[in-house]
């Protein structure tokens, strides 16, 4: 699983980084890129509940996995052969829809195994954070020396590689219980469910458009290519000790706790990088990811295998990734791009910041909800 996880996660930090520099060289506009970029999210919010459902219901996840695996290794591929942008449209579309599968198939799957193992999900995730740092650097380097589209030959090499790995994954899913339909009722009726996914909007939809337009930034600033790749190195790379270490914290802080730091983080950064600050500053501070992402990914996760019922926790993983990844990225990163045609993309980075912020009073109320329960708890506990 481990290597599993650096592998997926090495292939996405080849080409998702410098996908927007790639539009950008190839003469499409911001609102064009923006929009090409945020596809990928917004079918993800149709796509990935759909996948954890079939996850579910089949009790397949390493075949669906496989198929998605092999599918999204080979469209992506293909995107560097098409140039018209009505063509693109129609292939990212196609491309966005099996590369959704991966990432929540994958969790669901390692959730199941950690809950049953009393292991822990961050000790397997960081490896996915050291694959994307490591994979930016060397791609970065790599197409400076030959050409930009090299970012499509890595992506595709290392997910056909990672192909060989699943057969060794646990098989086991989740046995399912009851109506799908009324699992997913069951999850959306539930407050703090509700409050989380709005949380998860607002915080990780900065987060993930950052990994599209992180290197127009460093760009701007007076970066270059491999400027880019050490940015990222830094940023992600510093996720993993962090991600090592999150089970202890939350066990000792807890979740909410934790996720709210890891949001107030964000929010500063975000809002830090409105101000131009110099490109060294700027790669002194992509450590804050490592506290943000690094913690707040590992306390999401136990968020949902504490707060959610068991045989609806991939379709509740779905729901979380096609928030967060889906319509949190899918808006973000479209506004982001019309930002950028209008003012700059300092001003898209300030509008990162005040929706992070709004992230972080919602899981303030999420904890005042929970607070509010646990004294309900104990008064009952103590009537009795």
């Known amino acids: 699983m481990k ?5 997926i996660f090495f292939s996405f930090g080849s080409l998702f980084p410098l996908l927007g520099v790639y539009f950008k060289d190839a003469g499409l506009s911001g609102t064009q890129i923006g929009t090409l970029l945020s596809i990928s999210p917004v079918v993800m919010i149709f796509a990935q509940p759909l996948w954890g459902v079939i996850t579910d219901y089949t009790q397949r996840p390493r075949l669906i996995l496989g198929i998605s695996l092999l599918l999204t290794a080979s469209f992506g591929l293909v995107v560097m052969l098409l140039h018209e942008y009505a063509m693109l449209i129609l292939l990212l579309v196609v491309f966005s829809f099996f590369q959704s599968a991966i990432v929540p198939v994958s969790d669901s799957i390692l959730l199941n195994y950690v809950h049953r193992t009393g292991r822990e999900y961050g000790n397997y995730r960081l490896y996915g954070a050291i694959g994307f740092a490591v994979s930016v650097l060397i791609v970065g380097k790599l197409s400076e020396a030959t050409a930009l589209t090299s970012i499509f030959y890595v992506f595709a090499s290392a997910l056909f590689l990672s192909l060989f790995l699943v057969r060794k994954m646990p098989g086991e899913n989740q046995p399912l219980q009851g109506n ?3 699992g997913i009722k069951q999850l959306v009726r539930m407050p703090p469910f509700v409050l989380f996914l709005l949380a998860v909007f607002l915080v990780f939809g900065p987060i993930f458009a950052n990994n599209f337009y992180f290197g127009f930034y460093i760009q701007e600033i007076g970066g ?3 400027g880019v790749g050490i940015a990222f190195l830094l940023s992600a790379g510093s996720e993993a000790p962090f991600m090592k270490f999150a089970g202890g914290a939350i066990k000792k802080w807890g979740i909410v706790h934790i996720m709210m730091f890891a949001s107030a983080l964000s929010a500063a950064r975000w809002t830090f990088y409105f101000f131009e600050p110099s490109l060294a500053v700027v790669m002194a501070t992509t450590i804050v990811q490592g506290f943000s992402v690094g913690l707040f990914i590992p306390a999401a996760m136990e968020f949902l295998r504490n707060h959610t019922p068991p045989e609806t926790r991939a379709t509740a ?3 979380y990734t ?5 319509v949190g990225s899918w808006f973000c990163t479209l506004v982001g791009g019309m930002l950028i045609d209008s003012y700059s993309i300092f ?6 910041g005040i929706l992070s912020v709004g992230g972080f009073l919602i899981i303030a109320v999420l904890n005042k909800l929970q607070q509010k329960e ?7 506990v103590i009537s009795k």
Do not use: K, P
């Open 374 to 380: 646990q004294r309900g708890v104990s008064i009952s």
């Open 224 to 226: 270059t290519l491999t």
């Open 347 to 352: 001003s898209t980075y300030l509008f990162f």
């Open 3 to 7: 290597l599993y996880y650096l592998l």
């Open 317 to 319: 993983v779905a729901l």
């Open 180 to 182: 799908l339909s009324a």
């Open 322 to 326: 096609a928030i967060g990844n889906g």
